[in-house]
């Protein structure tokens, strides 16, 4: 990341802001395949997760994984979403896309 964004967190912030969009899951197949898909809960903040992400802060992200509220796309997730042509918020933090099902059925 740019240093800037060490010293500014408002800026990467508004920079995750302004890249998170909500996208069909068949858009984003080709990621989960690659197994770069990581599910973030409803009840978290999407760009507060995608800001952890992108300054690497280990504490927070490892927290998250463990309590299993951030994790890798299920095979179950993923099908339902396909056979829900589901629309997700998602935002990409490299190497792995982001997203959220604030309609979880």
């Known amino acids: 990341m740019h240093d800037n964004f060490e010293t500014e967190p408002a800026v990467l912030k508004a920079k995750?802001?302004?890249e998170t969009a909500r996208i069909h899951w068949h858009e984003l197949q080709k990621f989960?395949?690659?197994g770069a898909v990581i599910e973030v809960v409803?009840?978290?903040d999407l760009v507060e997760v995608a800001y952890a992400f992108a300054i690497d802060d280990k504490a927070l992200v490892?927290?998250?994984?463990q309590s299993g509220q951030v994790q890798r796309v299920?095979?179950?997730r993923a099908s339902h979403w396909h056979?829900?042509?589901?629309?997700?918020?998602?935002?990409v933090v490299s190497p792995w896309v982001l997203v959220q099902d604030k309609h979880i059925h």
């Open 16 to 18: 995750i802001t302004g």
């Open 32 to 34: 989960y395949a690659a």
């Open 42 to 44: 409803a009840g978290l």
């Open 62 to 65: 490892g927290g998250w994984l």
């Open 74 to 76: 299920e095979d179950a």
């Open 83 to 91: 056979q829900q042509s589901a629309e997700l918020w998602a935002v």
